[in-house]
């Protein structure tokens, strides 16, 4: 979409919709200048391509979370039910934490109290 100037100052025109336009149920683009509020529709066969798109893509790493102090944490719930692959402690606490590529699945993170080792309960 190329850079669009106002006919009356010169300054950059913003795009924006129509909401006079939306409130009768019709969807309209316009270009507004934020200086002297001139407005110019959007001509209909003008191509509509964004001008930043900003995806943002983490990696595994970002989001494993630091486990770090998480035992001294007191208002997070303790289990007596699980048991320890490192050191075979009885006692761990947990949380639930989205995983998955969309963030759609809830996963239980469970971190044992004596040496800190975590797992998830679909290790279990």
Excluded at 36 to 62: F, M, Q, W
Aim: aromatic share 8%; with cysteine.
């Amino acid at each position: 979409m190329p850079v669009k100037f106002c006919s009356e100052c010169a300054n950059m025109l913003y795009p924006m919709e129509d909401k006079e336009a939306l409130r009768r149920g019709e969807r309209k683009l316009l270009y507004a200048c934020r200086t002297c509020n001139t407005k110019e529709e959007a001509k209909p066969g003008e191509r509509r391509v964004p001008v930043y798109k900003n995806i943002v893509a983490h990696s595994l790493a970002d989001k494993t979370m630091h486990l770090y102090d998480v035992v001294s944490d007191p208002t997070l719930p303790r289990t007596h039910e699980v048991k320890c692959r490192e050191c075979d402690n009885r006692e761990a606490c947990y949380f639930q934490s989205p995983v998955g590529k969309n963030d759609e699945a809830l996963v239980l993170y469970f971190v044992c109290t004596k040496c800190s080792n975590t797992w998830l309960s679909s290790d279990m």
